[in-house]
């Protein structure tokens, strides 16, 4: 994790590892601001595509979050769950 966070691409996507990862640990890193942008990202597409990512992912739901999310990260979202899913 120490690694990925010195990369501004790694940082980038790091709402999806979130997003898809139940088991990352964010707790050593939790104090970054980048990571905490990362999580209230995650939760908030959590929120909004809830019945999609239950049915593709063995995870822990997330905290709700209504804020808004960018759609222009619809494309990145739709190719990190297609990867998952072959994945399972």
Do not use: K
């Not at 970054?32 to 929120?47: G, K, S």
């Not at 019945?51 to 063995?58: D, E, K, S, Y």
């Not at 997330?62 to 998952?84: C, H, K, N, Q, W």
């Amino acid at each position: 994790m120490e690694e990925a966070l010195q990369h501004p691409r790694a940082v980038r996507l790091l709402w999806l590892e979130i997003l898809v990862n139940d088991h990352l640990d964010l707790q050593p890193w939790q104090h970054l601001p980048a990571v905490r942008e990362a999580y209230v990202q995650a939760c908030r597409w959590y929120t909004a595509y809830r019945t999609v990512l239950q049915a593709l992912l063995p995870r822990s739901p997330l905290p709700r979050d209504p804020g808004s999310i960018d759609y222009r990260e619809l494309r990145t979202f739709m190719e990190a769950l297609r990867f998952v899913a072959a994945q399972s």
